[in-house]
């Protein structure tokens, strides 16, 4: 067995196992902790008694005077000049089968979920049309969800008031409905027993600097106000929450087909929108005063074409067409692009909606099916009898469709992909591409700062909210430009190597080189190059393997790292087989594997992850794409890419950061600050691909947090 020390990860995990043996307790129970006295905190000139657990955010720095400048940020005031009250609801949309189904509910998919924000704001229509002489001119505000905010008291029963529309008096207000197939809509609305009455308009009595006591439901209702003209029109938007729309028609707000470009080779389309949030703003309009206000962006994110799934799948394989009849090597290419979308059949006359699945090993000649009369056949056979269809790839797998038939049982149905069409309004998600695809989209999309810029006014322009109905029930005026800034750039912080070596990255676009110097350099006694292969296509030889190694290798040295001789070897091998590989390189006292494996080999990287969790082998991947890249086409930089993730993976430190005392930044944030930078590259489920410049993950997070403006303020 191996003799080296597991990582320090797996020991702090295995001495925090034996302390929870040793009290007795269950791991995964939660414990609350006992109640502490509040305690006094040294924070220099005075004392402040502070809760523990309690969370404030930090003092805001006086602003400075270094290359003080004028920016305009987007972000448009509201000026509020009422002061409203307003009373929250709780509401509950049904829709009436032979049972009820929640439409609240909020889906993962993004099919069910904008169908759902649809039907639901239709019902909401016809309660408000229903009662129009009871709401006179107030206004009910709604988040096509549960929550309802009104402008006066509903005088709500505690039981809460139900009604049922018919589906004929939803669509008599509402043409572009879709039904899916309910008789009749059940609308009840409920009274939120606590805090039925909100804050006032122009209130800023809840803005705090403890995170444990800020409230934000005025943000969260102007973020919904904001929206009702959006919600009203499914012709021209279509939404999946308050805070973010896509424009259904680009073209009539302004932008062209150049701003929304067609992704042919893969079946996609880019949509443009935008993702907003309401935050607290201060002394933008006079001194010490607050306002609310709307912080605005363009939101783009690749759509999947309304198109049957047999062209999609084409598009996908068109590099591929020798392949285009081996079911097993379609299904592992494909599989993970389809997966997750929901489609509709169009063979018969009763359409069938339902999510992909997966695909099926089987085809439409090994895939049978028990007719009347105890006949087996063949779904070819089926397909091509009853409904005469003449398919042109017989050998494609087909698409599952898992059904519930009872309490935690299932059943599973199969449909060609010639038959099934891919419905309208979803994201492709990264689950759904490759970086080939990324790659394409970030090329298509990456526009100057000033085209971005007037991006952002067209699709501010297209809430509609100058002359809202609603906005100007509440007395509010969104201001026509965004607000400009008093702000300051302030010098880069050194970037610290070996030797001492300090480096200051270079104005204006703070290029660095690392100097072959790393901090603290890795090192590794006993490692293997694997390089694996499924089709033939994928391959590389252990001459071109050979060649990536060394120069491997030779970028190792460059950077000081000691690493001994590997081990070199290509072969053909599956997930499965990988993990009893590592397990023998473990056994042996191997330390690193450097693996390079195909471009769609999900399965390889997923198993190499998990197997190092297992062994304490540290494992690299990298595309067999890349390695050709950097043979054939002396990619440097992606190597030296490769090489900086390695010395962190084998726990070295590629440089550290330091404010030097002559620095600007010194008085700002003193000489005990620690400086963390957290870098991302991939979004999480449902987590939108968004593909503007400097927009990736999802470019709402960032209203997440307070902004907080002084005048001049400090960025």
């Not at 012709?235 to 067609?262: K, M, R």
Request: hydrophobic share 35%; proline share 4%; net charge neutral.
């Amino acid at each position: 067995m191996s003799t080296f020390q597991p990582r320090k990860a797996t020991s702090i995990i295995q001495d925090a196992e034996q302390a929870l043996e040793l009290a007795n307790l269950q791991v995964g129970s939660t414990l609350l902790a006992e109640k502490k006295q509040p305690g006094t905190i040294d924070v220099g000139h005075r004392q402040k008694v502070l809760q523990v657990g309690s969370t404030l955010l930090a003092e805001k720095k006086q602003p400075g005077t270094i290359d003080v400048g004028h920016r305009q940020k987007v972000v448009y005031l509201l000026e509020m000049s009422k002061t409203k009250d307003l009373f929250r609801y709780e509401v509950n949309v049904s829709g009436v089968r032979q049972r009820e189904s929640n439409l609240t509910t909020r889906s993962s998919s993004d099919y069910r979920n904008a169908l759902r924000r649809l039907q639901c704001y239709s019902v909401l229509r016809a309660f408000k049309i229903k009662h129009a002489s009871y709401l006179s001119n107030e206004r009910l505000y709604y988040d096509c969800g549960s929550f309802l905010i009104s402008t006066f008291d509903l005088k709500v029963p505690v039981l809460g008031i139900e009604e049922l529309f018919t589906l004929e008096q939803i669509k008599q207000h509402s043409p572009h409905f879709f039904d899916n197939g309910f008789d009749s809509f059940k609308l009840k609305i409920l009274p939120v027993h606590d805090t039925k009455k909100l804050l006032k308009l122009s209130d800023f009595s809840h803005v705090t600097n403890d995170a444990a006591n800020i409230d934000r439901t005025t943000q969260q209702f102007l973020d919904i106000a904001t929206s009702q003209d959006v919600f009203d029109d499914p012709s021209l938007y279509i939404h999946f929450s308050a805070s973010d729309f896509y424009l259904l028609n680009p073209s009539s707000f302004g932008f062209t087909d150049q701003d929304c470009p067609v992704f042919s080779s893969n079946g996609s389309f880019l949509g443009i929108g935008m993702r907003k949030g309401i935050r607290t703003v201060e002394n933008a309009s006079s001194e010490n005063q607050m306002s609310e206000a709307i912080v605005a962006s363009v939101k783009k994110t690749p759509f999947h074409c309304v198109q049957m799934v047999s062209e999609k799948l084409k598009l996908l394989g068109t590099q591929f067409a020798s392949r285009m009849k081996d079911t097993d090597w379609i299904r592992e290419r494909v599989e993970g692009s389809l997966r997750g979308l929901f489609v509709a059949t169009n063979h018969s006359e009763k359409r069938r909606i339902f999510e992909i699945y997966g695909l099926s090993a089987t085809n439409l000649h090994t895939e049978f099916i028990q007719r009347e009369g105890n006949t087996r056949i063949s779904l070819f056979e089926y397909y091509t009898q009853q409904y005469a269809i003449d398919f042109e790839f017989p050998e494609w797998p087909l698409l599952i469709n898992k059904y519930s038939i009872g309490p935690n049982n299932y059943g599973f149905r199969y449909f060609p992909m010639e038959v099934c069409s891919i419905l309208d309004n979803q994201r492709v998600n990264s689950d759904q591409q490759d970086g080939q695809m990324i790659g394409e989209m970030i090329r298509k999309t990456a526009i100057p700062p000033a085209e971005l810029k007037k991006q952002n006014a067209l699709l501010k322009n297209s809430l509609h909210l100058d002359g809202s109905e609603y906005l100007n029930g509440l007395g509010i005026k969104c201001h026509k430009d965004p607000i400009e800034v008093v702000s300051r750039v302030l010098s880069p912080p050194e970037l610290e190597f070996a030797s001492r070596a300090k480096l200051v990255p270079k104005l204006p676009r703070c290029s660095w080189s690392d100097c072959n110097e790393y901090f603290f350099p890795a090192t590794c006694n006993k490692w293997v190059a694997l390089a694996l292969f499924g089709a033939q296509q994928d391959a590389i030889n252990m001459e071109q393997w050979t060649d990536f190694v060394k120069r491997f290798r030779s970028a190792l040295s460059k950077n000081r790292m000691q690493f001994a001789e590997p081990q070199i070897l290509v072969r053909q091998v599956t997930g499965a087989d990988l993990k009893l590989i590592i397990q023998g390189y473990y056994e042996q006292g191997y330390e690193y594997i450097l693996i390079a494996h195909p471009d769609g080999a999900d399965q390889v990287h997923h198993a190499m992850k998990y197997i190092e969790q297992k062994t304490e082998v540290v494992t690299q991947g990298v595309k067999i794409s890349t390695v050709k890249n950097v043979i054939f086409k002396d990619r440097i930089q992606t190597l030296a890419n490769i090489i900086h993730k390695t010395n962190v993976k084998m726990g070295g430190l590629n440089y550290t950061v330091s404010i030097s005392p002559q620095s600007d930044l010194l008085p700002i944030f003193g000489d005990s600050t620690l400086i963390v930078g957290i870098g991302s590259n991939h979004p999480v489920k449902n987590g939108t691909l968004v593909l503007a410049p400097g927009q990736y993950h999802d470019p709402g997070q960032y209203h997440d947090i307070s902004l907080s403006y002084k005048s001049p303020v400090s960025l």
